[in-house]
Nanobody
Framework: QLQLVESGGGTVQPGGSLSISCVAS????????IGWFRQAPGKEREGISC????????TYLESVKGRFTISRDNGKNTVYLQMNNLKPEDEAIYYC????????????????WGQGTQVTVSS
């Protein structure tokens, strides 16, 4: 089993930055693509970024392009999401999820999920 734990969430002012992490245990991460998803109150969960198992392919939701950067360090079994120029609409619970090898835009194709970390954007 692969366990995922997100950390690094918190409260930041609009325009601020935050870096969140997804640490894996139980298996090595280099067999898995990792997606970041978020769910705001009253809204459906949406996929915002994904990185393939070796980092060769990266995708972003259009609304976060140029502001968010996904990266991974397989040696540390960790995937990161650097979030810059945060906006109130970015406020949500952020989840990381894993699936074998390749990214997918389909949430149900991700096998393993973390518990989420709260990101609050407020002045």
């Amino acid at each position: 089993q692969l366990q995922l734990v997100e950390s690094g969430g918190g409260t930041v002012q609009p325009g601020g930055s935050l870096s969140i992490s997804c640490v894996a245990s139980g298996r090595t991460l280099d067999n898995f693509a990792i997606g970041w998803f978020r769910q705001a109150p009253g809204k459906e969960r949406e996929g915002i970024s994904c990185i393939s198992r070796l980092g060769g392919k990266i995708t972003y939701l259009e609304s976060v392009k140029g502001r968010f950067t996904i990266s991974r360090d397989n040696g540390k079994n960790t995937v990161y999401l650097q979030m810059n120029n945060l906006k109130p609409e970015d406020e949500a619970i952020y989840y990381c999820a894993a699936r074998r090898n390749y990214c997918s835009g389909r949430e149900f194709e991700y096998t393993y999920w973390g518990q989420g970390t709260q990101v609050t954007v407020s002045s």
